[in-house]
């Protein structure tokens, strides 16, 4: 009876062990199912457009009845996108530059200096980016109107560094405190000054985080719709709000021609976020905003 008894209860608390993990593979394989759907989804939505831009006609079948490019042609010359794509590099890059040479010594500062309201001034830092742009685009926009800059390049250029300079700030600070403070303490004995402590000591260490942050802001600027959308112009539009202009803007447009664009801007959108995650860990601004926030 005591070997009986023995078993049965080891049996029980085997079965109670089992019971979680079999808890956890269930809601693992529902969590990898709903990711597979969606992506499966996300996936057809895309190959879709890239066949649509590709075809001659196509209804009621599964492909096309025939192939060609003509649609990238007539959407390239109909669109103006020549004149497009140069304003979108003529903002990002600046946007880019500026932004560097803003946040860069302001994150220096955050990072090595402690001061009253410190952790306020991060959390305002931080505002810009978990705020929907629109929530404060339309009164950027509004100061922008009456200034008279909303409407060029030096408009959407300012909209676009609100976010952007905080994106630099934050994505830097982390790069600068893993430095060791002693570096620069012994170059200073060594009579170095404070230019050549940032430019000779400083600036080599810090190359992939600046690069990283270039390439954050490059991707988060060219895809950046709400602000540029408030500020542009006629010779001030970038190719994200070119595209939204071509499907909602009055005129009659071949549908192909529409899905060319379409696909000319999500093909440079993937090719700026596979060169961005190789250079940047996706969880890095998580981790940072939410220890600031916190």
């Known amino acids: 009876m005591t070997n009986t008894s023995t078993l049965a209860a080891g049996a029980a608390t085997a079965a109670e062990r089992a019971r979680p993990r079999r808890q956890v593979r269930v809601w693992a394989v529902v969590v990898w199912a709903v990711l597979a759907f969606f992506f499966l989804n996300l996936l057809a939505l895309i190959a879709s457009v890239v066949v649509d831009s590709l075809g001659t006609q196509w209804f009621g079948t599964w492909l096309p009845r025939s192939f060609t490019t003509h649609w990238y042609s007539d959407a390239w010359s109909e669109f103006g996108l020549s004149s497009v794509m140069v304003v979108t590099a003529q903002v990002a890059v600046t946007v880019v530059v500026v932004s560097v040479l803003i946040g860069v010594p302001a994150a220096y500062v955050l990072a090595r200096r402690t001061f009253p309201g410190k952790r306020i001034l991060m959390m305002l830092f931080v505002l810009p980016i978990l705020v929907p742009p629109i929530s404060y685009g339309i009164p950027?926009?509004?100061?922008?109107?009456?200034?008279?800059?909303?409407?060029?390049?030096?408009?959407?250029?300012?909209?676009?560094?609100?976010?952007?300079?905080?994106?630099?700030?934050?994505?830097?600070?982390?790069?600068?405190?893993?430095?060791?403070?002693?570096?620069?303490?012994?170059?200073?004995?060594?009579?170095?000054?404070?230019?050549?402590?940032?430019?000779?000591?400083?600036?080599?260490?810090?190359?992939?985080?600046?690069?990283?942050?270039?390439?954050?802001?490059?991707?988060?600027?060219?895809?950046?719709?709400?602000?540029?959308?408030?500020?542009?112009?006629?010779?001030?539009?970038?190719?994200?709000?070119?595209?939204?202009?071509?499907?909602?803007?009055?005129?009659?447009?071949?549908?192909?021609?529409?899905?060319?664009?379409?696909?000319?801007?999500t093909g440079s959108m993937l090719v700026l976020l596979v060169i961005a995650l190789r250079f940047v860990n996706p969880t890095q601004l998580v981790t940072r905003a939410r220890e600031e926030t916190q």
């Open 140 to 265: 950027l926009a509004t100061v922008l109107y009456r200034v008279h800059l909303a409407g060029t390049l030096s408009g959407v250029i300012l909209a676009n560094l609100v976010p952007s300079v905080p994106f630099v700030i934050l994505t830097m600070t982390p790069f600068i405190e893993q430095i060791d403070p002693k570096i620069e303490a012994a170059a200073r004995m060594c009579g170095a000054r404070t230019t050549a402590v940032f430019t000779r000591i400083l600036a080599p260490l810090l190359v992939p985080g600046i690069l990283a942050a270039c390439i954050l802001v490059l991707v988060r600027t060219v895809g950046m719709f709400e602000l540029t959308f408030l500020t542009a112009g006629p010779d001030s539009t970038t190719l994200v709000v070119a595209l939204y202009n071509s499907v909602f803007a009055a005129g009659i447009r071949a549908n192909q021609s529409v899905d060319a664009m379409a696909t000319i801007y």
